[in-house]
């Protein structure tokens, strides 16, 4: 038996999902002894370049990258891909690890690494040295990796591998990424066509790069001194903000229908054609749907009923072949209760429409930004969900996620794959994001909106007591809608019934010192459906300060909503929130006996076309009563108005340390 066979078993037997630390350890572990050898010529070449100006902090340098895809006249595909890096700190020994994917579709043909060492001779791998891994993210999945361990990947050494492949894609397309998190000195992409065959490329993030060489049958772009991109808080996907191209090739002035779809209407059909036979109703669930829909007087209770019903269908993601696109027949998701999105939609709507409710469904993207409309492509999706057709008159004022479109009319959209977020809601991933409808007339590619502030709210309560000492004890409530219910419940049911108070008491602890939660409870934790409502109760010590006949106490008790995310180092990327919001904070505090207010912080209004803040302090006789109201009301802020949230947020923190100055009147 060989090594990888007995290190896939192991895997399979660890916890899942193991942690890339222990995976790159075991591959270390497993991987042979390296043969001393000599580098190839184009590793050779650029192992003495330099990449100038390179941030202290860089790990690695890629020295050089290389893809060259060869079209042949019936559709298959051979790439070769280079690839070398100079190691500059230790923490750039990850670059030495290589992993190169493989499927029944696609075939590892040749693959070599190497090392150039500051001192010393050269090692090399070939790809009999390799691990061979599954899909560690696939309950059960062809896609499989083989890996390398390159030697001695150390500071000042050079790593470099090659590796070429072949396959016959689902779609004649490539996308050349030039951006990486470590800058990148020179990269090409070549691309060789068969004659008579034509091309056209979309660049994305990045101006657009002209061929630097083009013949009848070779194209070869160049891009030099690409800098890395290095993370920011609140920054969005790496790959939205990637440099990156999409190239499409097709055979001139002939159908590309044997080929692959080429815009989006195509790619619609394309998909619609591939899932048809797979939304065939078995006796069995016909005689579900009935049981379901028996007591619905309405469209609405009918689709409600069978969408939660495919939302609690197991999550497990089979894929095998075109079965990473292609549903599995619905009689066998509903046989067996398990599937993955495509298959939870497939049910979904083989289900619908028993009760005459037709429905598409829709290829989707979990990350913003990396659709484009202008590059029309399938495999710039990774999500599959439901477009349901509403009729003619249907009321949908309850109903959140319905948008209009001039070609298919009026569609509620549902993810029957998100377990947490209620029918007629969005996930908060999938608004401001794009779909594509596969309709059977032509693809429709539709940006869902973003939902409005006002139905993800956070309402958050407290009564409180203030003591002579600075103590302070009381009770909490935490109402919680749409996205910011849809959120706890996910951190709250995927966590141990006797784990959850501990994270009630992480949240205290970035507030409150010597505190101790002395109660807490959930209302509908489990009713996806309904409002969730969090109940607390704490005491903490030293809350307020003591000074002589004074108490100093901060009435935004707990909470923070202010953020520094633009401050320091000028930002390259925009700040992007995870979805638009309204929290608010209602603190009542009965003060100490004897205890009068002294002084009372102004209070505070800013706002912004993104986002907006209000806060007051009040006093009712022995009381003081703190209101602040936080809206996000976009998701995305740009590099140009940065300064403008940098003022928005130090607004939101003056008011979040201001104090109320308490007097104790000596009776």
């Known amino acids: ?78 790439t070769m891909y280079r690839r070398a890096y100079l190691i500059l700190r230790p923490d750039g020994k990850q670059y030495g690890f290589v992993a190169v994917p493989f499927d029944n579709e696609t075939k590892i043909t040749w693959m070599k690494a ?105 194209i070869v772009w160049d891009a030099d001194h690409i800098l890395g991109i290095k993370k920011e808080p609140s920054m969005p996907t790496f790959r939205s903000v990637a440099a990156r191209m999409g190239v499409t090739y097709f055979p001139t002035g002939g159908s590309t229908k044997a080929l692959g779809p080429t815009n989006w209407e195509q790619i619609g059909v394309w998909y619609n054609n591939l899932a048809a036979a797979s939304l065939q109703p078995t006796a069995e669930i016909q005689a579900k749907v009935k049981e379901l829909t028996a007591n619905s007087k309405t469209w609405e209770e009918k689709v409600a009923a069978l969408a939660q019903y495919a939302q609690k269908i197991r999550y497990v993601d089979i894929e095998i072949g075109i079965g ?106 999938e608004q401001s994001n794009y779909i594509l409808v596969a309709a059977p007339q032509g693809g429709q590619l539709v940006n869902l909106p973003l939902s409005s502030p006002e139905l993800n709210r956070l309402e958050r309560s407290a009564k409180l007591q203030l003591f002579p000492d600075g103590s302070v004890s009381g009770s909490v409530e935490e109402k919680r809608f749409g996205a910011e219910a849809a959120d706890e419940r996910e951190i709250l049911l995927g966590t141990a019934g006797a784990d959850r108070s501990k994270i009630l008491e992480n949240f205290l602890s970035n507030f409150l010192r010597g505190f101790h939660l002395t109660q807490a409870s959930t209302v509908d934790l489990d009713k996806v459906g309904e409002p969730l409502d969090v109940r607390y109760g704490f005491t903490a010590e030293r809350y307020a300060k003591s000074a002589g006949d004074l108490l100093v106490v901060r009435p935004r008790i707990l909470g923070q909503r202010s953020d520094d995310v633009a401050e320091g180092d000028p930002r390259k990327f925009p700040v992007e929130f995870e979805n638009a919001s309204v929290q608010t904070d209602d603190f009542e505090i009965t003060l100490p006996p004897g205890f009068t207010v002294e002084d009372l912080p102004a209070p505070v209004k800013a706002e912004s076309e993104f986002a907006s803040f209000t806060s007051q302090v009040k006093v009712d006789g022995n009381k003081i009563h703190y209101t602040r109201t936080y809206q996000i009301k976009q998701v995305l802020v740009p590099l140009d108005r940065l300064d403008e949230l940098k003022k928005f947020n130090r607004q939101v923190a003056a008011d979040e340390r201001s104090s109320v100055v308490l007097h104790h009147g000596g009776n």
């Open 114 to 218: 190497w090392c150039i060492p500051k001192e010393g001779k050269n090692y090399e791998l070939k790809e009999k040295d390799a691990v061979e891994v599954g899909d560690l993210d696939s309950f059960y999945s062809d896609h499989h990796s083989k890996v390398l361990e390159i030697p001695a990947a150390t500071p000042g050494n050079v790593v470099g591998y090659e590796y070429r492949q072949k396959q016959r894609p689902f779609f004649l397309q490539d996308e050349w990424s030039i951006q990486e998190r470590i800058p990148v000195l020179h990269s090409r992409f070549v691309l060789n066509l068969p004659a008579g065959w034509e091309f056209s490329a979309k660049w994305m993030n990045h101006s657009e790069l002209k061929p630097t060489s083009q013949t009848a049958t070779q």
């Open 1 to 78: 038996m060989r090594i990888e066979l007995n290190l896939n078993l192991f895997l399979k037997l660890l916890p899942r999902p193991i942690s890339a630390t222990l995976f790159l350890f075991l591959v270390a572990l497993l991987a042979p002894a390296p043969a001393h050898a000599d580098a190839p010529a184009w590793l050779t070449a650029v192992a003495h370049n330099t990449y100038p100006g390179v941030p202290a902090d860089t790990n690695a340098v890629v020295l050089y990258d290389e893809q060259e895809t060869t079209v042949q006249p019936n559709g298959d595909i051979e």
């Open 324 to 429: 990473g696109f292609q549903p599995h027949p619905a009689g066998d998701i509903f046989k067996h209760q398990y599937g993955d999105c495509k298959d939870k939609a497939t049910l979904l709507s083989t289900m619908l429409h028993e009760v005459g409710v037709e429905s598409y469904l829709s290829i989707a993207q979990t990350e913003r930004g990396i659709i484009v409309p202008e590059f029309a492509s399938a495999i710039t999706f990774n999500h599959v969900i439901l477009a349901i057709r509403v009729p003619e008159g249907q009321d949908t004022k309850g109903l959140h996620s319905v948008i209009e479109n001039s070609k298919l009319g009026k569609l509620l959209v549902f993810d029957p794959t998100d377990p947490y977020t209620p029918f007629g809601y969005l996930p908060t991933y």
